[in-house]
Nanobody, 124 residues
């Protein structure tokens, strides 16, 4: 069992930055792929990006490519989503999720564990 807790969300102005954390407990995130998702009110959940521990590959959605970066701190068993140049359309609840098998591509599914989400609001 892996428990995931997101944090770091908040209110930021257009063009601002935030760094979200996905802290894991129960098991090490080593050997797990971790994905970031977001869901805005009235919209379907959107994949933001994902990272493999096994081969280091990282995938990003086109909408965030070049603005968002996923990284890991293995000592803290935490995965981060650094967000720059935020836009009002980035407003959503952001979730992290983990799966044992490496991601083959961004839209690869089959996540086993999910966090509860953290709200990100970007004001114009």
């Amino acid at each position: 069992q892996v428990w995931l807790v997101e944090s770091g969300g908040g209110l930021v102005q257009d063009g601002g930055s935030l760094k979200l954390s996905c802290a894991a407990s129960g098991r090490s995130l080593n050997n797990y792929a971790v994905g970031w998702f977001r869901q805005a009110p009235g919209k379907e959940r959107e994949r933001v990006g994902g990272n493999n521990w096994s081969d280091g590959r990282t995938y990003y959605a086109e909408s965030v490519e070049g603005r968002f970066t996923i990284s890991r701190d293995n000592a803290k068993n935490t995965v981060y989503l650094q967000m720059y140049s935020l836009k009002p359309e980035d407003t959503a609840v952001y979730y992290c999720a983990a799966r044992r098998a490496p991601l083959r591509y961004l839209l690869d599914g089959g996540y086993d564990y999910w966090g509860q989400g953290t709200q990100v609001t970007v004001s114009s």
